[in-house]
């Protein structure tokens, strides 16, 4: 007799089989490293900006899943959505109909974006990168996109010929047509541009790798260089967009901004079901489907799939209702001038920086002798290793989950949900001061914990 299918019961005999599991069929290095940290935690449950340990133990989440859950966990609304649109059993995917749900959500996304006209829904951020690529390159008939030192885009092979990082390139050439250029450097833009063969210049208006804004005043010369070229603007909203820097888009805190193509997807998500959508002008896409012919020419297996454009739906109507953009926008200034006001008391706090609930913490030389040859021994080792010895203490000691912001760099990333307020704000500040309290006390668990790392880094050379 067939067993039938148990999910919960699963879940019970084999969850805690979870680290093994990964280490023998999935990425065996993701679990060596949360052991080697001490990032091995069991979490059983999420809801909000919290999850909760088998013992009872909250933690507060200062990552949302990298930006993907920018209403939390298992917001009700969302929720709601999802078990109304499987219990309606619609006829999704049928490939050969016009489902009312995409073209719904795709009025709701673009009745915030103004000067953008049509969407294109897939199934992540990188997809929507590749279609943005696809589409400028189409459109312009040119082969070669620009993008930004330190950017990030996407791991595909399409997104990746546009990524910032060599580490995240290395061995997967060759790639597309492609050339960096310094962010916010107009003069390497119209150089390049002189050539006659870029398609565009995709950009974070927050770069997501370290959090560097562009300088004031960017997009919107370097749209203009662009436009004279006949070149277009792509802005990468993955991560900054859905209200993450205080405002809907990032690229609309500068007047005059407007993108020929936007990239958007985690929050839109709710946290439930991968979506991606690549927003454009009218006419780009009336020239990639040019006829009936090409109608499938740029498709994807899932896109626009019921549950995905539910969750969205419910996604922007929460953002509507509840005032998320606001949030983001007052909790993120009050979270960020608090951690700029410890800067003078800290020696190795160099930096605080970003927009909304976009924030970066970045570490730096000290100036006193004995923390200085600290400093000096962990940078020999590996860079990145000082804002690793923060975040760690953050999780162990005050129940906090953070990321440091990129590889070999020395700053911390906060990208929390956008539904935290003030009893967040006080958590985390009153955690950070204690952990540099601890950085600046010359010894300590922290400096211990910063000797197992040296070991660590020369190990891995």
């Keep these: 007799m067939t067993k039938e299918f148990d999910l919960a019961a699963l879940l019970a005999e084999r969850g805690a089989e979870r680290y093994e599991l990964h280490a023998k069929y999935l990425n065996h290095q993701l679990p060596r490293m949360l052991h080697t940290i001490g990032f091995d935690k069991v979490y059983e449950r999420g809801e909000g900006a919290y999850f909760w340990d088998a013992d009872g133990n909250d933690y507060l989440d200062m990552l949302a899943g990298f930006g993907v859950m920018g209403l939390g966990r298992h917001h009700p609304v969302v929720r709601k959505a999802l078990h109304d649109v499987l219990d309606a059993q619609l006829a999704d995917l049928t490939r050969f109909d016009c489902q009312p749900l995409p073209g719904l959500l795709a009025e709701k996304l673009l009745a915030h974006s103004p000067h953008l006209d049509r969407v294109f829904f897939g199934n992540s951020g990188t997809e929507a990168v590749e279609g943005a690529l696809k589409f400028a390159r189409y459109a312009t008939g040119k082969p070669r996109v620009l993008y930004c030192d330190h950017a990030f885009h996407g791991l595909t092979a399409g997104s990746l010929s546009v990524n910032g990082e060599g580490g995240f390139r290395d061995g997967f050439a060759p790639l597309l047509p492609d050339t960096a250029v310094p962010l916010g450097d107009l003069d390497a833009l119209a150089r390049e541009l002189k050539k006659g063969d870029v398609a565009a210049l995709i950009v974070e208006p927050i770069q997501g790798k370290g959090v560097h804004e562009s300088p004031p005043g960017y997009l919107r010369a370097a749209q203009e260089l662009l436009h004279r070229h006949k070149a277009l603007l792509i802005v990468d909203e993955v991560q900054t967009g859905l209200g993450r820097t205080g405002d809907f888009y990032a690229y609309q805190h500068e007047d005059g901004v407007e993108p020929d193509l936007v990239c958007v997807a985690k929050a839109l998500s709710g946290g439930y079901v991968p979506v991606g959508a690549t927003l454009g002008k009218d006419w780009i896409f009336k020239e990639v489907y040019s006829s009936m012919d090409r109608v499938l020419v740029h498709s994807a297996s899932f896109g626009s799939n019921a549950q995905a454009m539910a969750a969205g739906l419910a996604v922007l109507s929460v953002m509507e209702n509840e005032q998320i953009v606001a949030n983001a926008r007052a909790t993120g200034e ?124 020369v190990a891995n050379r």
Excluded: C, N
């Design 334 to 457: 009050q979270l960020k001038s608090r951690l700029a006001a410890l800067v003078d008391k800290y020696e190795l706090l160099a930096d605080v920086r970003g927009r909304g609930l976009m924030i970066g913490i970045e570490f730096g030389r000290p100036k006193s002798l004995g923390l200085r040859s600290r400093w000096t021994m962990l940078q020999a080792a590996r860079k990145g290793l000082f804002a690793q010895m923060v975040v760690v203490p953050l999780l162990q000691r005050h129940r906090i989950l953070t990321q440091v912001s990129g590889d070999h760099l020395e700053v911390i990333k906060l990208i929390p949900p956008l539904v935290i307020g003030e009893r967040e704000v006080d958590r985390l500040v009153d955690a950070f001061t204690d952990v540099m309290d601890d950085a600046h006390s010359g010894g300590g668990l922290m400096w211990d914990f910063g000797k197992t790392l040296i070991k660590q880094a």
